[in-house]
């Protein structure tokens, strides 16, 4: 690390490529985990959902402690680097029997074995994504720079993630002589699991090692004292009280039910509204690599012309107003019918530079999160990279089921007929659901971008924040 906090790009390649794991595993979990286990492996629909949401709570529940402990420990490899290590064998391992249950278990018998391992997977990815993402703070103090390298680790996570989910749809779930739908191809999904397991363990030791040799410049744990849980939450509530932390904990709440609103509902838009083919949706998910890539250019030049919060507010505007768009100026009568050769390509490239800015707004959130490091060292004398971070991602945890919730009742209220095909669904039920669907999301997307008003770390008083910490040197 320079003076001015400018980081090799060598470096930052190796703080992103760690993210790779992460999007590898979101993707099983939000696309593949309830198909397989309830279609394939016959286990009730409704205990697939309560596992993952068992699995979620405990997931959620130890971002704290994982984030201050991480924060707290005193080793030769420093902070951070213990926990990304230790975690990524028994990770990958573990994400492996996700997709590898025992033979001799059958139907709604799984349900103890599936609670088990999805707490496992979840807990062990926090083990190594809340030290790895905390590092941002630590391996750079520039303004921008943050941002830039944040980027990196958006890009790979997003694009580590759709890529594993389109190879495992396209080359090995696929059909065999016993097997009419790939989906319930019962080995290929065990065959997708040892893959993806290998990219995990793959992503998390590239990270470690490719950020190991900065351990000397990285930030020294406080002195050594008596642990107790009072003491840690006691802490953990004295880091993050401030009005800025506020105001990213609130955006992060509503973009957590808006995310999963729109995530639930997004397959049913594609195909009852839109009545796209599986082919066509397939490429408005693989579209999310154009997405990062152009997020990965675009955040770094915004976060240097408008800084972070103008930044993200301006693109969160942008983003937000665009995505309702398409369902609204349908439900007003100007886009093209359905069977219209325009609407698939119109429909994409809108979402393409939807998602791009929702990418960009993510990157520039996260950011903000890593300049209330100094702002919190300042008041506390600790540096507590690791409990920000986690703050952030066990809102977002414990909301996003609030979402999926919200969709559901969006679909009883507009009485949407369950286990229906498109042409059996009312145009007035279409109708009612999107004129439902469309000022409940943009309500949640504009109470987050809101939230953000709230925030208050500019350039100049992170600048601030720095000179005052190197004079208490």
């Known amino acids: ?53 068992i699995a979620l709570i405990v997931d959620a529940l130890s971002d704290p402690l994982i984030g201050y402990l991480s924060d707290n420990t005193r080793s030769r490899w420093g902070r951070r680097h213990p926990f990304m290590y230790a975690a990524a064998f028994p990770a990958a391992i573990a994400y492996y029997f996700v997709w ?15 609670v088990t391992i999805a707490v496992l997977v979840r807990t062990l990815v926090t083990v190594y994504e809340i030290p790895s993402s905390s590092l941002v703070a630590e391996m750079s103090d520039d303004y921008d720079e943050r941002t830039n390298m944040l980027s990196y680790r958006y890009f790979f996570g997003w694009t580590g993630g759709t890529l594993m989910g389109a190879f495992a749809t396209i080359f090995v779930l696929v059909p065999t002589a016993t097997i009419g739908n790939g989906m319930f191809n019962v080995e290929g999904h065990g065959q997708v699991g040892a893959i993806a397991a290998m990219v995990i363990f793959v992503a998390m030791m590239v990270s470690s090692m490719g950020t190991h040799k900065m351990i000397p410049d990285l930030k020294a744990p406080p002195p050594p004292r008596q642990m107790t849980i009072g003491l840690i939450y006691r802490e953990v509530f004295e880091t993050l009280a401030s009005r800025s ?44 690599v154009i997405s990062a890539v152009l997020a990965f250019f675009i955040a770094p030049v915004v976060s240097r012309k408008f800084g972070k919060k103008r930044g993200a507010i301006t693109v969160g505007l942008m983003a937000f107003t665009v995505a309702p768009a398409p369902i609204l100026l349908r439900l007003l009568g100007f886009m093209p019918d359905n069977s219209d050769p325009s609407l698939f390509p119109l429909v994409l490239s809108i979402t393409v530079i939807d998602v791009a800015l929702i990418i960009t707004y993510q990157i520039l959130s996260s950011s903000m999160i890593a300049d209330l490091v100094e702002e919190a060292e300042i008041k506390t004398k600790r540096r507590n990279e690791g409990v920000f971070f986690a703050s952030v991602t066990f809102i977002r945890k414990v909301t996003q089921g609030i979402g999926a919730a919200v969709a559901g009742v969006l679909l009883t209220v507009s009485q949407f007929p369950p286990g229906a095909t498109p042409d059996q669904v009312p145009e007035s039920v279409l109708s009612s659901f999107g004129w439902l669907y469309v000022p409940v999301i943009f309500s949640l997307w504009m109470l987050m971008i809101a939230s953000l008003s709230l925030y208050s770390v500019d350039r100049k008083k992170h600048e601030q924040n720095l000179a005052t910490l190197r004079a208490e040197d």
């Open 1 to 53: 690390m320079s003076d001015h906090g400018q980081v090799s790009l060598g470096r930052k390649v190796a703080y992103g490529f760690g993210s790779v794991a992460f999007g590898v595993k979101s993707n099983g979990f939000d696309y593949f985990f309830l198909i397989f286990y309830s279609q394939v492996m016959g286990v009730s629909a409704y205990l697939v959902s309560l596992a993952l949401m």
């Open 100 to 114: 590898n249950p025992p033979s001799g278990l059958q139907g709604d018998a799984l349900f103890p074995y599936i």
């Open 245 to 288: 932390f506020l105001a990213l904990f609130l955006a992060a709440l509503f973009g957590a039910v808006a995310a999963g609103v729109s995530t639930t509902l997004s397959f049913y838009f594609s195909t009852f509204f839109w009545e796209f083919t599986t082919e066509q949706i397939g490429l408005i998910s693989l579209s999310v």
